[in-house]
C-alpha cells in the first residue's frame, strides 16, 4: 500500500483493491478514557433491558402494544409528537458538540467506533496477535494455524453479532419475552427471529468486513463536518511549524517530527494526520498517544499532535465562544426549554373519541343521539378511575356511558361506549360539543373537541 496522501482513500491499494487496515496498539491517556467511555456505553447497552422502572424495563419500546416506556415514564402512541424534538434534539445537539470539539462523537461515542474498537478488534488482537502478526497472517499460505485463528475469530464475531442482535431486540419485545421467544418453536415468531438473525448478519458484514469502510463511504457525517467547524473548532492536528522540516532525531536543523509513521499505523481510517484535517479522520485522538509516547522516547515534548483549533495549530488564539456557538447555545436553550415544557404537558393518560360505525345518528321519540367510542390508556403505574362527560352550551345535551367511573389498571386501556343526545326541542342543527376524560384522583383533564350530527332541523 502507498503512503496516505490526500488525493486517495488510505484504505485503497494502488490498483484500486481493498487496503485491509490493521492499526498497530497504542496507550496513553487519551485511549484510556477511550477505553473506559467504551465499557461504560456497552454496560449500558446491556443492563438497560434488564433494570426495572415502575414495573417495566428502563427501556422498552413495545411497538405491539404501541407503549414506549423510558426511565418510568409510559408514552404511547398519541405522544410520537415529542419524538421530533427528540430526534432534532439530539441532532442539533451533535451540530453544537462538532462546532465546539470537532468529531469527538465519532471518536468516543459512535456505536460504530465503540463495539469495533472496543469488542471486536481487541477479541482480533486476541486472537490473532498484534498488528505485525495480522499483517503477516494476511500474506501466508493457508496453514492449520492460520485457519484455526481467522476460523476461531470469525466464529467469535457471529457470536458477539448474535448476543449485540439479541439484546437490540430485547428492546423492543423485553428481557422475559424474548426468553419465552427462544424457548419457542421459530415458527411461532418468524418476525422477530428473521429480525435478529437479519440484524446479526448486518452486523457481522459490518465489524468483521466493512468495517471503516462505513465511516468513509457511507456514513454523511463526515462530509458535513467541513460545514459544522471553522478555524477555532477544537480538532486534532498536526502542529507543522514545530514538526516541520523532518528529520533524524540528532539533525539540529530538523523538526520535532522524524517521520517514524507511528501516527500513520495506528489511525484505524489509514490516513497521514500531517496532512491536515481529513473527512476520513474519526477524532480517536490514536495518533496523539502515539506520537506522545514517541516523542516521550526521544526527549521532546508532548504535543506535536494535540487537540487545538486551526488557529492554535497556527499560533493564533482560539475562541470557543464566538457567534457560531453562541447562537448554537441560544437555539439549543430554547430547544431544550420547548422539549421540557411538552414533556411536562404530557399527562398520566390519554383518550381518544372516535364515532362508532353504523349510521351518524339516530332519531328516537324523544331527541337525536349519537354513539361514541371513548379509548382511555391508563399510563400511571397505579390503578385509576376516570370520568366521562359531554359539555356544551347547547341547551338539552344529555349523554351516557355503561360504567361510571371508568376503572383501568396501571398500562392498561378501556373502550366504552358514550351516548350523547339532545332533545327535538332543543336541537337546532349540527353543533361542536366537547368530551372530557377526567383522571379524578390526579386531577387531570383530556379534552376532545367532536361534532354532533343530525338531521336537516327543517
Known amino acids: 500500500m502507498a503512503a496516505p496522501s490526500r488525493e486517495s482513500l488510505g484504505t485503497i491499494n494502488d490498483d484500486g483493491s481493498r487496503a485491509f487496515v490493521h492499526p498497530h496498539d497504542v496507550r496513553g491517556r487519551f485511549n484510556f478514557v477511550r477505553r473506559g467511555v467504551f465499557a461504560v456505553l456497552i454496560g449500558i447497552y446491556a443492563i438497560l433491558p434488564w433494570i426495572p422502572v415502575n414495573g417495566a424495563p428502563a427501556v422498552f419500546l413495545d411497538i405491539g402494544n404501541r407503549r414506549f416506556h423510558l426511565f418510568g415514564q409510559t408514552f404511547v402512541s398519541q405522544d410520537f409528537w415529542l419524538v421530533f424534538f427528540l430526534i432534532t434534539g439530539l441532532a442539533f445537539l451533535l451540530f453544537y458538540l462538532t462546532a465546539l470539539f470537532g468529531r469527538i462523537w465519532c471518536g468516543y461515542a459512535c456505536p460504530q467506533t465503540v463495539f469495533l474498537d472496543g469488542v471486536y478488534r481487541r477479541v482480533e488482537r486476541w486472537m490473532e496477535g498484534d498488528a505485525f502478526r495480522r499483517q503477516r497472517l ?11 485463528r481467522r476460523g476461531g475469530k470469525q466464529v467469535a464475531y457471529v457470536l458477539i453479532s448474535l448476543i449485540i442482535a439479541h439484546l437490540f431486540i430485547a428492546y423492543f419485545v423485553s428481557i422475559p419475552g424474548l426468553y419465552r421467544m427462544m424457548g419457542e418453536s421459530p415458527v411461532r415468531n418468524l418476525t422477530v427471529f428473521l429480525w435478529v438473525f437479519v440484524t446479526a448478519g448486518i452486523l457481522y458484514f459490518n465489524f468483521a468486513w466493512f468495517r471503516e469502510q462505513l465511516c468513509i463511504i457511507v456514513c454523511p457525517y463526515g462530509r458535513l463536518q467541513s460545514a459544522l467547524i471553522d478555524d477555532d473548532s477544537i480538532v486534532i492536528g498536526y502542529d507543522e511549524k514545530r514538526g516541520e522540516p523532518r528529520g533524524r532525531v540528532s539533525d539540529p536543523n530538523a523538526g520535532d517530527c522524524i517521520d517514524c509513521y507511528r501516527c500513520v499505523n495506528v ?9 491536515g484535517l481529513q473527512m476520513e479522520c474519526i477524532g480517536c485522538s490514536a495518533c496523539i498517544d502515539a506520537c506522545d509516547d514517541v516523542m ?24 470557543l465562544a464566538r457567534p457560531r456557538t453562541i447562537l448554537y447555545t441560544v437555539l439549543l436553550l430554547i430547544g431544550a426549554g420547548v422539549f421540557l415544557f411538552s414533556l411536562s404537558q404530557v399527562s398520566s393518560f390519554t383518550g381518544s373519541v372516535t364515532r362508532m360505525t353504523g349510521a351518524p345518528y339516530y332519531q328516537q321519540q324523544d331527541g337525536v343521539r349519537n354513539h361514541f367510542h371513548v379509548r382511555v390508556i391508563n399510563k400511571s403505574k397505579d390503578p385509576a378511575e376516570f370520568a366521562i362527560r359531554a359539555v356544551s352550551g347547547t341547551e338539552g345535551l344529555t349523554w351516557s356511558t355503561p360504567e361510571t367511573p371508568l376503572h383501568i389498571e396501571p398500562n392498561q386501556e378501556r373502550v366504552t361506549p358514550l351516548f350523547v343526545s339532545i ?36
Open 138 to 148: 494476511d500474506a501466508a499460505n493457508w496453514t492449520g494455524e492460520k485457519i484455526l
Open 267 to 275: 489511525c484505524p481510517t489509514g490516513i497521514d494526520i500531517r496532512q
Open 296 to 319: 516521550k522516547r526521544i526527549d521532546r515534548p508532548a504535543g506535536l499532535i494535540r487537540y487545538d483549533s486551526m488557529n492554535g495549530l497556527a499560533g493564533r488564539a482560539t475562541r
Open 423 to 458: 332533545s327535538h326541542a332543543d336541537y337546532e342543527g349540527s353543533f361542536p360539543f366537547e368530551i372530557h376524560i377526567e383522571n379524578t384522583a390526579a386531577g387531570q383533564t383530556v379534552t376532545r373537541r367532536v361534532t354532533f350530527l343530525g338531521p336537516d332541523p327543517g
